[in-house]
Each structure stands twice: as structure tokens, then as C-alpha cells.
């Protein structure tokens, strides 16, 4: 167990609709990423948040939106979803602000777009 | 171009047997970091290991090392004494100084036999 919990675990939803993934990090770290898996695109960085601040962006689209909260948890939100969008979400956080640190991974939000 | 190639899709690996994983990186930002990281079937994503583009000795982390040849444009993982519980899919990745993204490559999915 890493210390990181996302919610939920799977989301089957339609085209068109928006979904909200969340992610609280391990206790301390103030760093959380996104991260989408897919068969077509592999492993893609979307976005890191550090201490409330977006930090890095990554191929995140414009209908994808993120935000870290002051308790440090953060929100993923689909929103217009499309087929393609069907992939496994990660998040993962660390203690400081470069990605040096051990990232720790949480078990992923397995997004079905119908 | 690719920026990070992963040139092995697959390795069969004998058990207790060093295994190298292959990575190169097309980079002209000075500062880099480059990381592994290892995805069992069970689907979770674990970090493994990180290298900095300007530290001065190779990374280890227990079983693991990264072979770093900066000219060479090269950060090999490699696992001594490989056992069974190695077997999963390898990524490796890179984040630029200049945007801090993460761009990961294609991976290389790992057996080992007993």
C-alpha cells in the first residue's frame, strides 16, 4: 500500500458526460501528479500540483481540468467525454517539488467511456 | 522524434540473471532528470529509481542501477540477480528542466524464467 487513495476505483459513464477523479496523497508529500494510461497513447504525464499551485503541465487536454485543494487532496474532471478517453488514471504524490523524490503511485481510476 | 526510446518491446531473462533495460534520450535542455519505473500485471505503477543530469555518480536503489552515459544520450536500467517477481512492463522517462514535463517511453515488457 502506498499511502496514496484514489477514488473511485472504476467509473463506467457515456460520451458527452463528465466524471470527477479524485486522489489524496500520502501524508506530507505536497506534490500530486496525474497520469493517463491508454492502449493508444502509453503512459502520459497530464498535470502536477505543488503546494495548491499547478506546477507542470503535460498533454492534458482542455476538457480535462485539475485542481489541488488546501488540504492537498486533488480532483481530475472529464468533462465532454469521448470514446478515447477510456483509460487507467493515475495519481501519484512525493514530498517536494522536482520529481527526484520517490513518486508513489496510487492504484488507478479505471475509466470506461460507452 | 522520439525523445525517449525504449528499443526493446520484450526480454525473456533467465532467473539470478542481470538484466540491462535499453533507454535512450533526445534532450537539449542542460537539466534533466531521467526515472524508471516498473508495472507489475496487477496494474500498479512503482517507481524505481532516478537520475539527475548533473550528478556525478550513477543511481542504485537496492537491486536496481541506471547506467548513465550522458554523452551517449543513454540511461539503461539495470536489475541484478533478477527474480521472478521482476517480471512486468518497464518505462522509462524523462522530465526537461525548461517545462518539467514527463515524457515516458513505450516501455519494455520483462519475463523472467524460472
Known amino acids: 500500500d502506498s499511502g496514496v487513495t484514489q477514488t473511485p476505483k472504476h467509473l463506467i459513464t457515456a460520451t458527452g458526460q463528465r466524471v470527477t477523479l479524485r486522489c489524496s496523497p500520502r501524508?506530507?508529500?505536497?506534490?500530486v501528479y496525474w497520469y493517463q494510461q491508454s492502449l493508444d497513447q502509453g503512459l502520459q504525464f497530464l498535470i502536477q500540483y505543488y503546494n495548491g499551485e499547478e506546477r507542470a503541465k503535460g498533454n492534458i487536454l482542455e476538457r480535462f481540468s485539475a485542481q489541488q485543494f488546501p488540504d492537498l487532496h486533488s480532483e481530475l474532471n472529464l468533462s465532454s467525454l469521448e470514446l478515447g478517453d477510456s483509460a487507467l488514471y493515475f495519481c501519484?504524490?512525493?514530498?517536494?517539488?522536482?520529481?527526484?523524490?520517490?513518486?508513489?503511485f496510487g492504484p488507478g481510476t479505471r475509466l470506461l467511456v460507452l | 522524434a522520439q525523445k525517449i526510446t525504449q528499443t526493446q518491446p520484450g526480454m525473456f531473462v533467465q532467473e539470478k540473471e542481470a538484466v540491462t533495460l535499453d533507454c535512450t534520450y533526445d534532450?537539449?535542455?542542460?537539466?534533466?532528470?531521467l526515472f524508471w519505473y516498473k508495472q507489475p500485471s496487477s496494474g500498479e505503477m512503482i517507481f524505481l529509481i532516478y537520475q539527475g543530469s548533473y550528478d556525478q555518480q550513477n543511481a542504485t536503489e537496492g537491486r536496481y542501477s541506471l547506467n548513465f552515459q550522458k554523452a551517449r544520450k543513454s540511461a539503461n536500467l539495470v536489475i541484478s540477480a533478477s527474480q521472478l517477481g521482476d517480471s512486468a512492463m518497464y518505462f522509462c522517462a524523462m522530465r526537461e528542466g525548461g517545462d518539467d514535463k514527463i515524457i515516458f517511453g513505450k516501455g519494455t515488457r520483462l519475463h523472467i524464467l524460472p
Open positions: 534532450t537539449s535542455d542542460p537539466s534533466y532528470g
Open positions: 501519484a504524490s512525493s514530498v517536494g517539488n522536482f520529481g527526484e523524490e520517490t513518486q508513489y
Open positions: 501524508s506530507g508529500d505536497l506534490s
